[in-house]
């Protein structure tokens, strides 16, 4: 057995014997003693027990003469061979009392060897226990350091248990590395079996149907591209779409639909299909991106071939199997750039995955079979235009009071800023109350009212008059009250209990009752919120109308902090003076657009210190530090501070837009920009929109502008 795989199983075993392992503790070494002895691990015991028990120096003569045999005791150097066949054998027995001193072992008087006195009191409230981990990484580093000397005389390096050379083919409905214990293929054919809704039998990670997959495909798409590395986006988008179009999750993004009978698309789920040509240039670029590092790597002597490639998606036995690989790795860790990047690092950016310093949704991890690794963090979206990041007042008021607090404004100036923006978060909390108000109080009120009749004019698409309606409130009504066959579970709480089965009528009601719940437990879906304001259109109600009005207030109420927030100035290390509330915007950017890319080695911690180690990956448009200060026309995120402005909609910015259906999704509260030499380049957008409809709660969203989308497909 290699000795890193044996110290690392000794370990292990001695954890769960113990607790706590401490080296240095008797108790603890005679255990570890026992345990390689019924391991018949003699010489690895022989060899460990030298590391543990020799004392600073050099040996002496005398030293070579005997060997260890567990703890404190010895042997002749002659006898230990027979020690190890027998080792209650008859041969004098001896404890080290320091470098070449010797004393012979007394007996009990039984014939049998007087136990050693344990020390006692010495486990972890002394110092010890930074020792301890120090002292197991020097024996595992030595024992490590020998084998690879062994080894490097010997024709065959051996492999890391982190690398093989089995390459399996994709199969329709399953991921190719769900039989890798090193991958996290079981995580991955659970979300394509049951998809995000299945709670009960998975717990997907954050996201939605279409990031689930496109996290999954994206990495999935390697398995193909090994296969065959010279097919087309197109070819590899066809191959994706027939692995997973009758899984869950493929139903979930548009494999449900019927096929197209015309057209590009014809004999094709064109939603699903769409995705997956997303899916598969974003794959292609992965798959690029990483053979250029693997050569990379290989030209500089710093990996070999053949190597491992292995792609994590977002979930949180995700990021433990990668921990898992990195932990069985020898090293050195690099990025695709060479930079090498500490084994304790790159765990603690894996173990924060999905957060400030390391804002990946994905990665990759490549091992050769000296176990050295190249590992890349990727942030993947299906397209430029998607939404890149997204928040709550809360959220926003939290971040903005710790943007403040790390600057050097006067602490008198400073409370009076965090005043402000704890204001203007109080006034938000208002409108949110008064949006609760402005949905739930006439869905109470229809509870309230006569249910058969207002069911009646919903399911024949007519008013209160019995005036034929343009809006078809019927087709809401069964996705709203059922789901799966079964009555929907958001609305199971609010019926009567009762044997029988409950009626239509008594499901309508307990759907109103609920839609006016100020404390509801769960979001209403879509339907559910459709449902309602085209019901209460039906019965008189401008529901939608009132929200309009409230969100409006909502967004001039950010306005008018930011606008209080500029009243005070902020002074930059340059001694360039700008406003507070722009420079909070700004820092704000910086993190939600993961801009400190930028900056490099000159960021003090986290993904972006190290160049080549994450990348933003658009639906195969990669943006790394060089597009984002091209784009945007900045050399970091310092001057991009010293250039920022934040300004209000113009003319056609006020709102966005489904880009399909043209529907508008959200109003812009402000536009991002930089200016520099007399030239205003817009960067991103900041969008008020919901989750959940116009009564849904108050979210905002981070978009790229539209130039700034072009600049990143063309660079």
Known sequence: ???????????????????????????????????????????????????????????????????????????????????????????????????????????????????????????????????????????????????????????????????????????????????????????????????????????????????????????????????????????????????????????????????????????????????????????????????????????????????????????????????????????????????????????????????????????????????????TFHSDKISTSDIQANSTPNKEAEVAIEIVDKTDIPDIIKEDVKRTIQDGNRKLQEKEKELKSAANEPALQMAQGDVSKILGGAKKDVDRDNNPQKDKTSTKIQKSLTSRGKTHPNIVSYLPEQDEPHTEEQKFKAYLEYMGDDDKETEPTGDQVTLLFRVGAQQGYDISKDLSRIRMESLETQRETHKKLNEKNHTLPSGKIIPVGDYIEGQNLIEKLHLNVMDGEKNEKGVGKYPGLFNLNMGGTLVEGDQLKDCIGVDGTDDFIESFEVGVPGDGEEVTRNTKTNAVTGRNIFVFAVTKDGKRIPVAYKTQRSKAGQSGKLNTTYQWDNGIQDCFKSN
């Open 1 to 375: 057995m290699h000795y890193t795989e044996l110290i690392d199983k000794l370990l292990r075993e001695l954890s769960y014997r113990v607790g706590i392992p401490n080296l240095k503790d008797k108790t603890h070494q005679s255990t570890i003693s026992e345990i390689l002895s019924e391991w018949g691990e003699y010489d690895a015991k022989q060899r460990i027990f030298e590391f543990l028990t020799e004392k600073d120096g050099e040996k002496t003569s005398e030293d070579e003469k005997y060997k260890n045999t567990g703890g404190s005791g010895y042997v002749k150097a002659q006898d230990y061979d027979k020690w190890k066949a027998n080792p209650k054998g008859d041969f004098e027995k001896f404890t080290k009392e320091g470098p070449g001193v010797y004393k012979p072992m007394e007996t009990d008087g039984n014939g049998g060897e007087e136990k050693e006195e344990k020390e006692q009191g010495k486990s972890l409230k002394d110092k010890s226990y930074q020792g301890k981990v120090k002292k197991e990484k020097e024996t595992q580093d030595k024992l490590d350091n020998e084998e690879k000397l062994k080894s490097s005389n010997s024709s065959e390096l051996e492999k890391t248990p982190a690398f093989d050379e089995n390459k399996v083919s994709p199969q329709v409905g399953k991921v190719s590395d769900v039989d890798d214990e090193f991958s996290d293929g079981k995580i991955k054919q659970l979300a394509l079996e049951y998809g995000t809704k299945n709670k009960e039998k998975f717990t997907p990670a954050p996201g939605n149907a279409g990031s689930m997959l496109g996290e999954i495909m994206s990495g999935e798409g390697f398995s193909h591209l090994d296969e065959n590395p010279n097919l087309t986006s197109d070819e590899l988008a066809k191959k994706m779409y027939d692995q997973v179009e009758n899984t869950t999750l493929g139903r979930e993004n548009g494999g449900n639909s019927k096929p197209m009978v015309r057209g590009k698309y014809e004999g094709l789920k064109k939603d699903l299909y769409n995705k997956c040509e997303s899916f598969a240039k974003a794959s292609l670029t992965k798959y690029n991106e990483n053979q250029r590092g693997i050569e990379n790597l290989v030209s500089g002597n710093k990996m070999t071939k053949p190597v491992k490639v292995r792609n994590f998606y977002g979930h949180e036995t995700s990021i433990a199997q990668q921990v898992n690989l990195i932990n069985k790795c020898n090293g050195p860790i690099y990025t695709k750039e060479g930079i090498e990047v500490p084994r304790e690092v790159i765990i603690d950016l894996i173990e924060k995955s999905g957060g400030g310093d390391n804002p990946s949704d994905t990665s990759t991890i490549t091992v050769d079979s000296n176990g050295r690794a190249m590992v």
